[in-house]
Structure formats: structure tokens, C-alpha cells
């Protein structure tokens, strides 16, 4: 199995294999880039049916934490961490803690957290044998919640921040009557459904399961639409709030709204279709960079220095980043998916 010669890989400056005959760990780490600072990126834990597989997956999540961060004003580069297993069979402390262990022989210079498969629980095991670990203890909730350690709170207040600059660059309105079209009433899409409804924003909410739905309509007034509506309601604004690949090329002829800002990762099933959105006319907010309100809350659960005030104004400046993509967009006429990844290569490469 090749590293140099694989697809995924784009000039990562480590990759590190490691086996623990103890426990049975098999894990790989990724390290992107570093310019910015030491890499941080989650733990994923995952079947993978081979090395190979798993290799493929780390290499490309590292690259996209390199974007997101660079794009979210951290101090850190992009690194990701797997292993491969099933997360509910596999798993023991002293499993975990050789994972820390591993964390630990690249001294400092990849961070990791939470992602698939792994539990803060998990990460305080990892946390007894290394300090490069983000995302073990909450201290902050900007929505005013009881902090638990899950940074849906600040991914659902970045969404929203971003979902009315975008607003607010289309249409030159506040959301006072806009119509939003949610698909996932999850962990973040209710509580950015929340914060619409508080703005006077008319909402349309869409799930496969029954229970946030309910809510959203006894709580918010939301409107309940069949899953395969959702996308083709004339609305506003959709904010796709569930699985990856939303916007694809069977629901993309039927969207009309103009605006497309939500918390998915992956939202587009090809990049080329950014391309698409915009000749239609369609306002894109690039995933990586409106949902990075939970990436900016792990870092400041690892700043000594923070308080709920420093993260909400850190999470602000997704509103900036976004103006600053459109303004170039329409300059040059170009997608908003590749602005952003040029602004972010930009803020990555090193000057000179
Ligand atoms: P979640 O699992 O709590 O919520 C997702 C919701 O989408 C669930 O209620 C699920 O039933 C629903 N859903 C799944 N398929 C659907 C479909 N076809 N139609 C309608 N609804 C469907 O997840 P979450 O934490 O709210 O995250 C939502 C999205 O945002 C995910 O793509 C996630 O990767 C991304 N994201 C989350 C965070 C975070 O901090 N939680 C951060 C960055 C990105």
C-alpha cells in the first residue's frame, strides 16, 4: 500500500502507522499541514474493512481539517486520527490509552478529539497518557445551555450567524418573515430552528424520526414537510441540517430557494456542482465554513484563557469569512466552494 503515490495524498507532512500487540490497537494518524500551528483533528473509530480504506480516509479528512481550520481563524493546522474497529465491540481503556500513547510519541504535534465512534469517556482514557487532547471537559455554551461537552450548541449558533449574513448579502433583509426549510431536527438543526424562530423567521422542518419534529411545531410554529419535499418548498432559504451529499443531482433542479446555509458536512455530492449553484443563482454557503462553530468550541475548551464571550466573538467571524467569499465570488465570478478553498489556501501556505 502506497502513501506517496495515493490519490488522498496533497503534501502531508506525516503520516504515522501504529500496532499495540496488547490491546489489539490499529490506528493511523494523518498530519496535513502545520503552518498555522499544531494539527488538530478527531478520532474516528470505524470497521474499515482494510488498511487501505482506512489510509484513504484519514489522508482526506486531515486535508479538509487543514481548510476548516484555516478558514475559522485557528491557530492550528489539520490532522485527523483513525482506528480502525468497530467502536462497539473493540473498545477498552487500556485500548484507548494506547491510542493516547500514540497521540503522545508525535509530541504535540497533532491534537486530537472527538469524531465517529469516540466518546469524551473515551478521550479521558486517551487523556491519562498525553495533554494533546482537545474536547475532554466543557466549559462554555453560547446558547446558554447547561455545557456537556457537545459542541452542537456552537456548530447550531455558527450555522445561524451564518445563515443570516447570507441572508442578508441576498436578499439586504433581516430574517423577519424569511422562509427556511430545514432538513434534520437533530442536534443542531432544532436549535438553529430555535434561533430563526426567535428572529421571526417562518420555518419548515423535515425528519425521518418523529421527535424533534414535534417539538419544532408545538415550540416554534414549524411547518412539517415529507422528507422528499423538503428541498423543492418555495422558500427562502433550505439549511441541510442531516446526512452528507444533500445537494445532488436529483434535488438540485427542484431547489428554489436562493439561499443554501446549513450545518451538513459534505453538503454537495460533487464540488462541481458549486458551480451549478452559482450560475443558477444560488447563494452557497460552503459547509466546512459555516459549521466550524463546534471545531472553534474544542479549541477554546483547550484555551486556558477563554470564556463563553471569546468563543461567541470567535464564532462571529464566520460572518466575516462568508462576506469576504461572496465579495470574491461575484468578483470573479466564480463558485463559493472554491473561494473558500483558496482563501484558506491562502491562509495556510506559507508567505515568502
Ligand atoms: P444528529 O444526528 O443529531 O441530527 C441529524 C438529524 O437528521 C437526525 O434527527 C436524523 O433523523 C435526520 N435525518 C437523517 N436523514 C434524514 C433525511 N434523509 N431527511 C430528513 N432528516 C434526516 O446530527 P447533528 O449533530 O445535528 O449534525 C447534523 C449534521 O451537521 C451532520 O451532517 C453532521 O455531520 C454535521 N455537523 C455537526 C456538528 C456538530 O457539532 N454536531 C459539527 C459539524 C457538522
Not at 3 to 25: K, N
Not at 228 to 250: H, Q, R, T, W, Y
Request: with cysteine; proline share 4%; hydrophobic share 40%.
Amino acid at each position: 500500500m502506497s502513501v506517496f503515490e495515493h490519490p488522498e495524498f496533497d503534501s502531508h507532512e506525516h503520516v504515522a502507522f501504529f500496532h499495540d500487540s496488547a490491546t489489539g490497537l490499529k490506528a493511523i494518524i494523518a498530519i496535513h499541514n502545520t503552518n498555522l500551528g499544531p494539527s488538530l483533528g478527531g478520532c474516528r473509530m470505524w470497521p474499515y474493512l482494510n488498511s487501505a480504506e482506512a489510509l484513504t480516509d484519514v489522508l482526506r479528512l486531515s486535508k479538509g481539517m487543514t481548510y476548516k481550520a484555516a478558514m475559522a481563524n485557528l491557530q492550528q493546522g489539520g490532522g485527523k486520527s483513525v482506528i480502525i474497529g468497530d467502536p462497539r465491540q473493540h473498545k477498552s481503556e487500556a485500548f484507548m490509552q494506547a491510542m493516547g500513547r500514540f497521540v503522545e510519541s508525535l509530541n504535540g504535534q497533532y491534537v486530537t478529539a472527538e469524531d465517529s465512534g469516540i466518546t469524551v469517556a473515551d478521550l479521558q482514557a486517551v487523556a491519562t497518557q498525553t495533554d494533546h487532547v482537545a474536547g475532554t471537559h466543557a466549559q462554555y455554551n453560547v446558547l446558554g445551555e447547561t455545557p456537556t461537552g457537545n459542541p452542537a450548541p456552537s456548530t447550531a449558533y455558527g450555522v445561524f450567524v451564518g445563515l443570516k449574513q447570507t441572508v442578508k448579502h441576498v436578499f439586504n433583509s433581516n430574517l423577519n418573515g424569511v422562509k427556511v426549510a430545514i432538513q434534520g431536527m437533530g442536534h443542531v438543526g432544532y436549535r438553529l430552528a430555535k434561533q430563526l424562530h426567535e428572529e421571526g423567521a417562518e420555518l419548515y422542518v423535515a425528519d425521518i424520526f418523529p421527535e424533534g419534529l414535534a417539538k419544532a411545531e408545538q415550540e416554534l410554529g414549524a411547518k412539517i414537510v415529507a422528507p422528499e419535499d423538503i428541498f423543492s418548498l418555495p422558500v427562502d432559504v433550505i439549511a441541510p441540517c442531516a446526512m452528507g451529499s444533500a445537494i445532488n443531482d436529483e434535488s438540485l433542479p427542484d431547489i428554489r430557494a436562493k439561499v443554501i446555509a446549513g450545518a451538513a458536512n459534505n453538503q454537495l455530492a460533487r464540488e462541481e456542482l458549486g458551480q451549478v449553484l452559482y450560475q443558477r443563482g444560488i447563494c452557497y454557503a460552503p459547509d466546512y465554513v459555516i459549521n466550524a462553530g463546534g471545531i472553534i468550541d474544542i479549541y477554546h475548551q483547550k484555551k486556558n484563557d477563554s470564556s463563553d464571550s471569546a468563543l461567541r466573538e470567535h464564532i462571529d467571524q464566520i460572518g466575516d469569512s462568508l462576506d469576504e467569499i461572496y465579495q470574491r465570488a461575484e468578483e470573479q465570478s466564480l463558485a463559493t466552494n472554491i473561494i473558500a478553498n483558496r482563501i484558506a489556501e491562502e491562509r495556510f501556505s506559507k508567505q515568502g
